[in-house]
């Protein structure tokens, strides 16, 4: 599925195909020129981000479903509309979208009421970048669709929460033919500080993106179960924490998430846990399509499906602790704040 990735060097991309480029449209040269960009999901990460690419200077024309989020991002200088259409003319169309139905219904256009989607309207040269956490069949079948009407699709989801979308400190996994990548460079460089480029196949930086949401997910389990035990014990969890990033575990997943679980803050701030359980569902079909067992991950599928059955479907990710602390007989105070 992936073999295209071997093959890039020769499509004209340097050796930093298949390694990391920093991003930062400061010192590199790159310059936004005023392009004209849609964005289709203005969720926080989103929002954060088209607000960034209208501050480097593109034209971003915002699609939102209600009426009503029209006159927030008037606010913030984006030029909204209600209609899909109007994104059609655009050099770029960016998504941030949920999960797959949402994306492909924004490509191929919903069946009710009947209505073409970005495949059908946008220019021929125009280049899809999709920007969301999708299953890698999905992308293909998108990259497919987008190259017989003639058009680009980079696929380039991100690691980061909606801070570091605010602060342009995103990393960004990107895929597609070099010439459309090298295109949405200026793009990945008012975005984010590093860009890592893993090749022609879109459907590669997909399976990264899942790969390193369930190694997350898989942290935050043992996090919030080594707190319970430290907490029950009587042990200072914070302490804990800033013992052990101080030493062996100084991840930025260790250090953010470990900081919410040890002071009890579970309240969303964007990922909650029916998006974390999509993309552990999405990583154990990757898995079992390719006859690799994943029992972590199927653990942690477990426990997102106890949170929600438990009622929390709007807290954040990190809420795995919670579980844990309630499992092991604690009770704690502010555990939603």
């Known amino acids: 599925m992936f073999k295209e990735a071997s093959e890039s060097r ?22 936004p020129v005023g392009s004209s960009v849609g964005f289709v999901g203005l ?17 971003v024309t915002a699609h939102v479903h209600r009426a009503q989020q029209v006159e927030k991002l008037t606010t913030l200088c984006l030029k909204p509309t209600t209609d899909i259409a109007d994104l059609f003319d655009c050099e770029f169309v960016i998504t941030m979208l949920p999960d797959d139905a949402a994306l492909r219904e924004v490509v191929f256009g919903p069946t009710e009421p ?26 293909s079948e998108l990259a497919s669709e987008h190259a017989r009407c003639g058009q680009g699709y980079v696929a380039a989801p991100v690691f980061g929460n909606p801070d570091a979308a605010k602060a342009r400190e995103l990393f960004i ?6 010439a459309d990548v090298e295109r949405c460079q200026p793009i ?20 990264i993106k899942l790969a390193g949401n369930v190694m997350t997910a898989a942290t935050l389990e043992i996090l919030g179960e080594i707190v319970a035990l430290v907490r029950k ?9 800033e013992i052990l990033t101080g030493t062996m575990f100084g991840g930025r997943a260790h250090k ?39 029992p972590t991950v199927s653990v942690v599928r477990d426990r997102l499906l106890t949170g929600i059955a438990r009622g929390y479907s709007e807290l954040d990710w990190s809420a795995l602790g919670l579980l844990a602390a309630e499992e092991a007989g604690l009770h704690l105070e502010g555990t939603k704040t």
């Open 10 to 31: 020769a499509g004209g991309l340097s050796d930093s195909t298949f390694g990391p480029r920093r991003s930062d449209s400061r010192s590199n040269g790159h310059q």
């Open 43 to 59: 969720g926080h990460m989103g929002l954060a981000m088209a607000a960034n690419l209208q501050a480097a200077g593109y034209r």
């Open 114 to 139: 009947r209505a073409d989607g970005l495949a059908a309207g946008l220019m021929p040269g125009a280049i899809h970048l999709s920007m969301s956490t999708i299953s890698t069949i999905t992308a």
């Open 173 to 178: 996994i990107a895929a597609g033919t070099p």
């Open 188 to 207: 990945f460089d008012a975005l984010g500080q590093r860009t890592f480029l893993v090749g022609t196949a879109p459907a590669t930086a997909n399976l």
């Open 233 to 241: 014990r009587g042990f200072d969890p914070k302490q804990l924490l």
């Open 256 to 294: 953010i998430y470990g900081d919410k679980i040890a002071g009890q803050h579970y309240a969303s701030s964007g990922f909650v846990f029916p998006l974390a359980l999509k993309d552990v569902r999405l990583a154990l079909a990757e898995a079992e399509a390719a006859r690799v067992p994943m």
